[in-house]
C-alpha cells in the first residue's frame, strides 16, 4: 500500500471523484480485509507505524530499472476538432500498428471524446488542445519521426490547402498523407514524403514501413526541409505582400541578395 487507503479521513480535500473511488475500491473493505487475515504490504515508515496493529510489512520504494530504447520511433497525428472523422478513420490504423510494432509510440492532439477513444491504446499519449503560439513552441520538442495526414473527401476539407506538410516537417519528421487529398499536388511520393490511398491496411503497411527505414526518413526529411524553404516567406517578401507587390520565393530571394 502506496497511499493511506483505509481511512477516509486521509482523504479529506482531495477531488470528490477520487474520494469516492477510494472508498469503494479500499477504504470500505478494511473490515473484509481483517476478517480475511490479510497481510498488509505498506511502502513507508508512516504507513507502518499508522497501521501497526495490522503487523504491516515495510517495503520501501524501489526504481526499476529505467528501459532504454534507442530505436523508438514516435508517429503522431496533430488534428484538431474539425478533423474529428479523421480521428476516428485513424484508430484501427493506430490500434494495430501499436500491436504490431512494439518500438512504437503514438501523440494525438484532442479534448476528452479524443481521451476517451485512445487512452486504452498502449504507448499512446493524448496531448490538450492548445493556443497557436503554445503549438509552434510543441512543435519544436524533438522526438517525432513520422507524422500522420489523412484527410478524408468531406465538403470541409475541399477547400484545406497542405498545411500538415509544414507542420510535420517542423517537427523534424516525415509525413505520410492522403495521395488523393490536397497534399497530392505538393508531395512527391517517395521524394519528400510518403503517400498512400485512404485504406487501412495501406496505411498500416506504409506505416510499418517507414518505421523500419531509418534512412528512408531522413532522406525523406531533407528533401521536405528544402520544399519547405521554397514555401518560407523572407521578411522582404513579408513587407511585400502587405504592400500589394509581388512575392519572390526564397530561391529568388537568396539570388538577390
Not at 129 to 137: D, E, F, G, I
Request: include cysteine; charge should be positive.
Amino acid at each position: 500500500m502506496d497511499d493511506d487507503l483505509l481511512d477516509r479521513r486521509a482523504a479529506k480535500g482531495l477531488p470528490w471523484r477520487y474520494r469516492w473511488k477510494l472508498a469503494r475500491l479500499s477504504t470500505w473493505r478494511r473490515g473484509w480485509l481483517r476478517g480475511q487475515g490479510a497481510e498488509l504490504w505498506v511502502s513507508t515508515p508512516y504507513l507502518e507505524a499508522k497501521y501497526a496493529e495490522w503487523h504491516p510489512r515495510l517495503i520501501p520504494a524501489v526504481a526499476l530499472p529505467a528501459v532504454e530504447r534507442d530505436d523508438s520511433v514516435r508517429l503522431f497525428y496533430h488534428g484538431s476538432a474539425s478533423h474529428a472523422s479523421e480521428i476516428r478513420w485513424l484508430y484501427p490504423v493506430i490500434e494495430t500498428v501499436l500491436r504490431l510494432e512494439p518500438r512504437l509510440t503514438f501523440e494525438i492532439i484532442g479534448g476528452a471524446d479524443v481521451n476517451r477513444h485512445y487512452r486504452r491504446l498502449p504507448r499512446t499519449s493524448v496531448v490538450h488542445p492548445m493556443s497557436w503560439p503554445a503549438y509552434q513552441a510543441f512543435l519544436t520538442v524533438p522526438g517525432r519521426h513520422i507524422g500522420l495526414a489523412p484527410l478524408l473527401d468531406e465538403p470541409f476539407n475541399r477547400a484545406r490547402a497542405c498545411t500538415k506538410f509544414f507542420d510535420i516537417t517542423r517537427a523534424g519528421a516525415v509525413g505520410l498523407y492522403a495521395s488523393a487529398g490536397v497534399c497530392g499536388d505538393t508531395i512527391e511520393h517517395g521524394v519528400n514524403g510518403w503517400l498512400a490511398p485512404l485504406d487501412v491496411g495501406t496505411w498500416v503497411e506504409a506505416i510499418r514501413f517507414l518505421v523500419q527505414d531509418a534512412v528512408l526518413r531522413q532522406a525523406l526529411l531533407g528533401y521536405a526541409r528544402e520544399k519547405l524553404g521554397a514555401f518560407s516567406l523572407t521578411a522582404h517578401d513579408m513587407g511585400a505582400a502587405q504592400n500589394g507587390e509581388p512575392v519572390l520565393d526564397s530561391a529568388d530571394a537568396r539570388k538577390r541578395q
